[in-house]
T-cell receptor, first 108, second 113 residues
């Protein structure tokens, strides 16, 4: 079983749509949680950390459910520039575990 | 500017040759990591180091070697024993604080001819 699992997509949505990604993790003792964005042939870049109380950064909202071992990312009012692969990342002590990513295509 | 640099950006190697990928950071991070990414795949951990002169194998260490002689530097050698080395190699660093995230370099794209 993989430590972090994501739906690979792709999610094809029109501009202005709201889209949600989900991610599950296997280790209930995991300490920290993040969403990264990766553009084609580029390095991953931190989008936002995920806190138990939920957190928002502009059009992006992240949620963590420790009981269900589930992380989500909601993108409102999608822009063309949001097209990328979104990686769910979990930190266990000194190691980071990456999901394989969910690809988002935002279309005009 | 603080950050992580990797060189070269593109690297071509003949089969049977060893090659060393550079990774340098000026973020004063203790921990450094090497990952491999294949097309359409997630990141897989090759090696990581929490402190100078110490490092641990990740999930796919066979055919790779590393050193950590300085806090700022964590070079990766891809040896001829690595059967399928063509991939995108990413170096990352973080604080040892368990709440901190990782920061990535721009990557090196290695192609074996």
């Amino acid at each position: 079983r993989k430590e972090v699992e994501q739906d690979p997509g792709p999610f094809n949505v029109p501009e202005g749509a709201t889209v949600a990604f989900n991610c599950t993790y296997s280790n209930s003792a995991s300490q920290s949680f993040f969403w990264y964005r990766q553009d084609c042939r580029k390095e991953p870049k931190l989008l936002m950390s995920v806190y138990s109380s939920g957190n928002e950064d502009g059009r992006f909202t992240a949620q963590l459910n420790r009981a269900s071992q589930y992380i989500s990312l909601l993108i409102r009012d999608s822009k063309l520039s949001d097209s990328a692969t979104y990686l769910c990342v979990v930190r266990d002590f000194n190691k980071f575990y990456f999901g394989s990513g969910t690809k988002l295509n935002v279309k005009p | 500017d603080g950050g992580i640099t990797q060189s070269p950006k593109y690297l071509f190697r003949k089969e049977g040759q060893n090659v060393t990928l550079s990774c340098e950071q000026n973020l004063n991070h203790d921990a450094m990591y090497w990952y491999r990414q294949d097309p359409g795949q997630g990141l897989r951990l090759i090696y990581y180091s929490q402190i100078v002169n110490d490092f641990q194998k990740g999930d796919i260490a066979e055919g790779y070697s590393v050193s950590r002689e300085k806090k700022e530097s964590f070079p990766l050698t891809v040896t001829s024993a690595q059967k399928n080395p063509t991939a995108f190699y990413l170096c990352a660093s973080s604080l040892r604080d368990r709440t901190d995230t990782q920061y990535f370099g721009p990557g090196t794209r290695l192609t074996v001819l």
